[in-house]
């Protein structure tokens, strides 16, 4: 989900024998369960992948309060609005951990977030739909939630300890953003006719992308591979949305919505729901920026790294005096 177009830079998966001493002991260490810290010797193509993965992931949370920011002014009751103001503050705070465990691999925040501004590095597909009506906002905690926890839960156990500790927290908090999500889409449920259709219709827009927001299927995912070795991912993106399917599908049958797929079936020889085919060339276009809302997320993000430059020179301004004063109270003394 956070590792969509990441290049680990290694072209295939190395045995033990065919690694430098360096890197021997490094992969028996995380082979062992033993966590990799900031200071620790690792690979540059290990670095390299947790800077992509962790900035994306972290560009993911900041970018994915635009399309729920689109309705606080709009929810339909003041308990509604607070409940939202808070899930929109905790992506914020998910997104300003990741930048700081990004930040102990050796990059700057702002190199990290200019990567985004300019359009080198992505974000999570999912966030470039549009937001067209209030039930899209309990959809999103539902399933964009719910398979945010999915991808995270294993990560909780990654081999890198920065990250892998940011996301405890991470996930406590998504888990209360999923059942918020729910909560609304039930209300729509049983609510009158007008808002079970409004429920349906957001069920039937968002199921396919949430289902994209895995990844590509293993076979296409020619890098998943050296992540696995490294432990920097623990599931394969068609376990994490074979798991996703298997757990949500239920949750549609207990609101009375259906799953827009005429071919989901439970099969019992695998213990599994079997589903239909993913529209991949519509994941590849939103990828590569042709998304409904692609343009319009990072057109907002770079206005407002612009109209905020005013603050960041203040505030820079203010950190130089203040040193300086200090500077010279130490000289004096």
């Known amino acids: 989900m956070y590792a969509q177009m990441i290049d680990t830079g290694m072209k295939r998966v190395q045995g033990l024998d065919e690694m430098s001493a360096e890197e021997r002991t490094f992969q028996e260490r995380i082979d062992a369960g033993i966590k990799i ?5 690792m690979p540059d193509g290990y670095r390299r992948t947790l800077v992509r993965q962790i900035s994306q992931h972290a ?23 607070a409940i939202l103001l808070a899930k929109i503050q905790d992506e914020a705070g998910h997104g300003l951990y990741l930048y700081s465990a990004a930040e102990t691999l050796g990059v700057t925040r702002d190199q990290v977030y200019g990567d985004l501004l300019s359009g080198k590095v992505k974000y999570s597909s999912i966030f470039n739909y549009p937001t067209t009506s209030w039930a899209d906002i309990g959809t999103i905690g539902w399933l964009v939630d719910g398979a945010a926890i999915m991808n995270q839960i294993p990560l909780c156990r990654c081999s890198y300890g920065p990250y892998a500790r940011a996301m405890v927290r991470v996930c406590k908090e998504e888990s209360f953003h999923q059942r918020q999500g729910y909560d609304i889409v039930m209300a729509l449920a049983c609510g009158t006719i007008e808002q079970r259709r409004m429920a349906q219709d957001a069920l039937n827009r968002w199921w396919w992308p949430a289902l994209m927001m895995f990844g590509p299927p293993d076979g296409d995912s020619v890098h998943s591979a050296q992540s696995a070795q490294w432990k920097i991912k623990l599931l394969s993106n068609d376990e994490l949305r074979q798991k996703f399917v298997d757990q949500t599908v239920p949750q549609a049958e207990y609101l009375g919505l259906t799953v827009p797929d005429p071919e989901l079936k439970w099969n019992e020889d695998t213990g599994h729901y079997d589903f239909g085919a993913i529209d991949w060339q519509e994941f590849r276009d939103v990828v590569a920026g042709n998304g409904p809302c692609n343009r319009d997320r990072l057109r907002t993000r770079v206005q407002a790294w612009d109209d905020g430059a005013w603050f960041r020179d203040g505030l ?9 004063a200090q500077a010279a109270a130490a000289r004096a003394a």
């Open 37 to 41: 810290e900031a200071k620790d010797w």
């Open 59 to 81: 560009h993911s949370e900041i970018v994915g309060q635009l399309p729920e920011g689109n309705w606080v002014t709009r929810a339909p009751t003041l308990k509604r609005k």
């Open 316 to 324: 820079l301004a203010h950190a130089q005096k203040r040193a300086q």
